[in-house]
């Protein structure tokens, strides 16, 4: 009778291996989407990180620009840009300056624009 003994435990022993690939098997299968879900979310999260730390270096940079160009100097230039003139000044539009000069090379006397 001892070889029946021998032989069951082979048997519950070859059940037992297989009832723990199974539960292994199960237990992978339950916390691989979890598993993807968290690599998903950690590459999004760098990513985003990522597109914060180059948001803030251009929001740096256009501080900088603002205080920059808030300056009286640099407004008053972009002012004169723009055709804007200072109370008592007088805006005087000039046209056909490229043909006086070449007028002016060739020796004519300067004489009206058209």
């Known amino acids: 009778m001892p070889a029946r003994k021998g032989r069951r435990r082979a048997r519950s022993g070859a059940v037992r ?3 723990a690939v199974g539960a292994l098997v199960l237990v ?3 916390y691989y989407r979890p598993l993807r879900a968290y690599l998903d ?3 999004q999260r760098a990513e985003r990180i990522a597109a914060v730390r180059r948001l803030r270096a251009e929001q740096a940079a ?3 620009r603002l205080r920059a160009s808030s300056s009286l100097p640099v407004l ?3 002012a004169r840009a723009l055709g804007y003139v200072r ?3 007088h805006l005087f539009i000039v046209k056909n300056v490229e043909q006086w000069r070449k007028r002016q090379r060739a020796g004519h006397a300067p ?3 058209r």
Request: proline share 0%; aromatic share 4%.
């Open 76 to 78: 008053v230039r972009e």
């Open 62 to 64: 256009l501080e900088r």
């Open 17 to 19: 291996r297989w009832l």
């Open 111 to 113: 004489g009206r624009g």
């Open 28 to 30: 992978a299968l339950l």
């Open 87 to 89: 109370k008592g000044e």
């Open 41 to 43: 979310a950690r590459a």
